[in-house]
């Protein structure tokens, strides 16, 4: 079973920042999109933002729009999230996935990726 690994989650206070990392040592990540999604308790998995495997365009969802960037460095095998300006709102289990060749149709649909993380906890409190 193929997976990634997230990395670089924790405790922050209101308006802190923190750099996500998604890496994996089983295959390249050089042909997918990489997905940051995330999850709050009782709530659905929803995606944050995408890279794309080609063309290096992102997308983001509009409440991390001008708060959050998503790269990655090929040459690592690492996609990275950065997040700003944090809020309590944010809190959440935030997971990468992987598209191949993606995006595809939409990019923050669970069911256009194909490989997954275990998640690494997110907490936004004072």
């Known amino acids: 079973q193929l997976q990634l690994v997230e990395s670089g989650g924790g405790l922050v206070q209101p308006g802190g920042s923190l750099r996500l990392s998604c890496t994996t040592s089983q295959f390249t990540l050089d042909y997918y999109a990489i997905g940051w999604f995330r999850q709050a308790p009782g709530k659905e998995r929803e995606g944050v933002a995408c890279?794309?495997?080609?063309?290096?365009?992102?997308y983001y969802a509009d409440s991390v729009k001008d708060r959050f960037t998503i790269s990655r460095d090929n040459a690592k095998n690492t996609a990275y999230l950065q997040m700003n300006s944090l809020k309590p709102e944010d809190t959440a289990v935030y997971y990468c996935?992987?598209?191949?060749w993606g995006p595809g149709g939409n990019w923050n649909s669970i069911k256009e990726y194909d490989y997954w993380g275990q998640g690494t906890q997110v907490t936004v409190s004072s």
């Open positions: 996935a992987t598209d191949l």
């Open positions: 890279i794309s495997s080609t063309d290096g365009n992102t």
